[in-house]
């Protein structure tokens, strides 16, 4: 079986979307990309400043809600189904909760061909990156950082701190199948 979605985690300002673009454009057959930052930006507003939708803290914290969690679902049961009628796609992700996140994923994934790939960065680093792009709470590449990959079993890892993100691509490429 050939890989037919690869999972990219990594916390915020990681070098995911990076790494995404670069996959694109190496890899062979055509992928499409999706992820979190797509649905966030699609959640009626009213949800990100709701208890039930998406509540982000003043240090960068994120709580997601169950109304929240209710339209994840449908989004990745959607991407699943994109996956299972012959799209090749591109995950880009934050595990909030760590190995619970990646499970529940995996559970909506299924029968799939997943590579499962860590996108690394020292805090620092991260933190850096949050600041000079300037649409993000600060404090979140920092605390997310090391959290999204608690307990998270992986099947490569890529650390962006000093690779570049067409260095960290082909790394991930030479594991497609």
């Known amino acids: 079986m050939s890989t037919q979605v690869i999972v990219l ?20 057959q055509p992928w499409i990309n999706l992820g979190v930052d797509d ?14 939708g998406l509540t982000l803290g003043s ?13 994840e679902a449908a989004w990745t049961a959607g991407i699943a189904a ?10 880009d992700d934050v595990f909030l ?6 499970e529940r994923l995996r559970a909506r ?3 799939l061909d997943v590579l499962w790939v860590g996108v690394r960065c020292a805090p620092e680093t991260a933190a850096a990156r949050e600041l000079a792009r300037g649409d993000r709470t600060p404090g979140m590449a920092a ?21 570049e993100s067409l260095d960290c691509a082909r790394a991930i490429a030479s594991r497609v199948r």
């Open 9 to 28: 985690n990594g916390g915020s300002s990681s070098g995911k979307s990076g790494i995404s673009r670069c996959l694109q454009a190496i890899l062979p």
């Open 39 to 52: 649905l966030v930006q699609r959640l009626p507003p009213a949800l990100l400043s709701s208890d039930t």
């Open 59 to 71: 240090r960068g914290q994120v709580a997601p809600g169950p109304d929240f969690q209710r339209l």
């Open 82 to 91: 994109m996956a299972r009628a012959g799209a090749r796609v591109v995950i």
């Open 97 to 102: 909760e760590g190995t619970v996140s990646q």
């Open 109 to 111: 994934l299924g029968d």
């Open 143 to 163: 605390s997310q950082a090391e959290s999204v990959h608690r307990g998270v079993a992986y099947d490569v890892e890529v650390d962006t701190t000093r690779a």
